[in-house]
């Protein structure tokens, strides 16, 4: 593993984890994190796509781990820094390298929100793992478990503040916007007993998304997050037989199976 950067539009410096499989191959997964983790934190998806030969990229989101950055992105800011990770692949492995965008909560909604705005074509498909629809229902739905104060003059104000910093407003990181221009397929991973980011914003984002692109597994017992611990064969599985209609990685099994059949 070796540790990559690359610098943003607004000039931070970006840091991630570059992984490159043992077998030449130009298959590549960029790996976006939720809130609060960092790219080391996505390491336990990297065992499933090095053995399926991809290289792997697991980014640090700007203001998480060793990426520069005053101000979340939620999201938003966030895939303008993916498309640039795309490039920075694009300069490794070259011009005709496959990619796959894999996100986790916050790095689900990134990769969604991503798959609405010029997505190169490099970009073959996309798993979105427990992405919020959008980011003011999430904070809304805090405000509310947490106080008593009514939440929308506060998600309003707020929002404006963080125009005036930041640079967009919470409507922006709506993935809900975004995924109806989807150029590629996109597999929707949510736990149903997920509170933080309630199960019925998986539904509203697959309903919005073109129905040849799209595909959903819903996880049976699991939290924000805890799809791939509660039911990892599932989720894997999921994954395999998705990635594997889009890219055909599968050719070698399906010899084993034209033998095994004759």
Not at 225 to 242: H, P
């Amino acid at each position: 593993a070796s540790q990559l950067h690359i610098t943003s539009y607004d000039n931070l410096k970006l840091s991630g984890i570059f992984v490159r499989n043992a077998k030449p191959s130009k298959n590549i997964v960029i790996l976006s994190h939720g809130y609060t983790a960092s790219a080391s934190a996505m390491l336990c998806y990297t065992s499933y796509y090095y053995n399926k030969g991809f290289n792997i990229l697991s980014v640090d989101n700007r203001c998480h781990g060793e990426s520069e950055g005053k101000y979340l992105g939620m999201g938003y800011l966030d895939h303008f820094d993916i498309l640039k990770w795309i490039d920075k692949s694009k300069e490794i492995l070259g011009n005709d390298c496959k990619i796959i965008l894999h996100g986790v909560s916050m790095g689900a909604a990134t990769v969604c929100i991503t798959a609405g705005d010029n997505l190169p074509k490099n970009v073959k498909c996309i798993v979105s793992d427990c992405a919020y629809d959008r980011i003011a229902v999430v904070y809304k739905h805090v405000i509310k478990s947490s106080t008593k104060i009514l939440a929308t003059p506060i998600i309003k104000g707020t929002s404006l503040i963080c125009k005036l910093l930041a640079g967009y407003y919470f409507s922006d990181a709506a993935p809900i916007n975004f995924v109806s221009k989807t150029p590629v397929p996109i597999l929707y991973i949510h736990g149903d007993k997920d509170t933080f980011v309630p199960s019925y914003m998986v539904d509203n984002l697959f309903n919005a998304t073109p129905t040849d692109k799209r595909d959903i597994l819903l996880i049976k017992g699991a939290g924000h997050g805890e799809s791939v611990i509660i039911d990892n064969q599932s989720y894997f599985n999921k994954i395999d037989n998705f990635i594997d209609k889009i890219l055909y990685i599968s050719q070698y099994k399906k010899k084993i199976n034209e033998v095994y059949f004759l």
